[in-house]
């Protein structure tokens, strides 16, 4: 390993800004500067936009998810209560192809269900509306792609 020569040291040491006729070259570098600062304020109002967009996305995909919930539960609500009893949640992932993918991505299998199902009916029901099939589905099914 060979030292630098003298010369290369005096090059990469800062020097004092030039006055007089030799300052003209440093005002050469201010567009370069400006040029850099628009460029980097640009990407980053690129990527202000990015992440909106994509909590938009989101918000959407939320959306769209809660409105298949809501038709889901009413495929699986055969007496069209407006409620879920223990036995149509089973029923229901036992045949609606819909309703065992959602499971089958929350690792959620038959033998799960019943504590699944205690753990939805929020207000000890015993049978499960809307809202609490939704909510929490959606929530855990959202959760388990992030």
């Given amino acids: 390993f060979e030292p630098l020569p003298d010369i290369a040291i005096q090059d990469i040491r800062p020097k004092p800004m030039p ?18 600062t628009e460029v ?8 202000q936009n990015d992440l909106q967009n994509l909590a938009e996305e989101m918000e959407d995909e939320i959306e769209h998810d809660r409105k298949a919930l809501a038709k889901l539960f009413a495929k699986i609500d055969k007496d069209n209560s407006g409620q879920l009893t223990l036995q149509e949640l089973i029923e229901g992932a036992r045949q609606d192809p819909g309703f065992q993918s959602r499971l089958r991505v929350m690792d959620i299998d038959e033998n799960d269900l019943h504590q699944l199902f205690q753990m939805i009916d929020m207000d000890r029901s015993g049978t499960i509306e809307v809202a609490e099939f939704i909510g929490p589905l959606s929530r855990c099914a959202h959760d388990s792609k992030t």
């Fill in 19 to 36: 006055s007089g006729a030799a300052a003209g070259s440093w005002r050469c570098a201010t567009p370069l500067l400006r040029f850099h």
């Fill in 40 to 47: 980097v304020d640009t990407f980053a109002d690129a990527r």
